[in-house]
């Protein structure tokens, strides 16, 4: 069973401050490796996508980092904003005729003055 | 990249009575898909809907409870039938603009049975 497991489940940081996110899976092989950003509220939005072969992926303030050896991702946030409170969902995509996707169950990070 | 919009963003529905959700794309896509998000939960996909063709339902999914229409390349609707309280959740629906590109979700239906 394809499995996407994510952590720490919760974050509370102060804003300014810089925070990581992150993604352990099973799913191999894998095409690509994605992390969404999901306001309360709203649909998933796209932050970067990465082949097996990418290493890093940067979108302004966040940047992920992928190692395919140890099936592990990251999702780093620079200086942290309010807006910024939200939760990061780490997708897997496993290759097939459908693409089909493995969703973690999401980072809930809450970004306070 | 692809705007979807969803109708309606939110309802409160009896239970035992039926809800159905259009979602409406910008551009015209093959693939589209039906995702569940419950409290707290991953999304989880209901079918894969294909103008055309008849959607495509996931394990634990079936037609007679989420029926879905896909009458053009453009727009689908995604029916919960006979509802009760386990039903409510986020139904979002999805795009994909071609083959490897990151799938576009649209804002979420907000369900609530009671």
């Known amino acids: 069973k394809n499995q996407v497991e994510q952590s720490p489940q919760s974050l509370i940081i102060l804003e300014g401050k810089n925070c990581t996110l992150q993604c352990n899976y099973t799913v191999s092989p894998f095409s690509n490796l994605r992390w969404y950003k999901q306001d309360t509220g709203r649909g998933p939005v796209s932050l970067t996508i990465m082949t097996f072969s990418e290493n890093t992926k940067s979108n302004g303030r966040y940047t992920a980092t992928l190692d395919a050896d140890t099936k592990q991702s990251s999702l780093h946030i620079t200086a942290s904003q309010l807006s910024d409170s939200a939760s990061y969902i780490c997708?897997?995509?496993?290759?097939?005729?459908?693409?089909?996707?493995?969703f973690g169950k999401g980072n809930q990070v809450v970004v306070i003055p | 990249s692809a705007v979807i919009s969803q109708k309606p963003s939110r309802d409160i529905c009896q239970r035992g009575t039926s809800l159905t959700i259009q979602c409406q794309v910008d551009?015209?896509?093959?693939?589209m898909f039906w995702y569940r998000q419950q409290p707290g939960q991953s999304l989880t996909l209901i079918a894969t809907a294909n103008q055309g063709s008849e959607a495509t339902y996931e394990s634990g999914f079936v037609i007679d409870k989420f029926p879905i229409s896909r009458p053009n390349l453009t727009f689908s609707t995604l029916t919960v039938s006979n509802m009760s309280p386990e039903d409510s959740s986020i139904y979002l629906c999805?795009?994909?603009?071609?083959?490897?590109?990151?799938?576009?979700f649209g804002p979420g239906t907000r369900l609530t049975v009671l």
């Open positions: 997708v897997v995509t496993v290759p097939g005729g459908n693409n089909r996707l493995a």
């Open positions: 551009s015209q896509v093959t693939m």
């Open positions: 999805s795009v994909e603009l071609g083959a490897g590109d990151t799938q576009y």
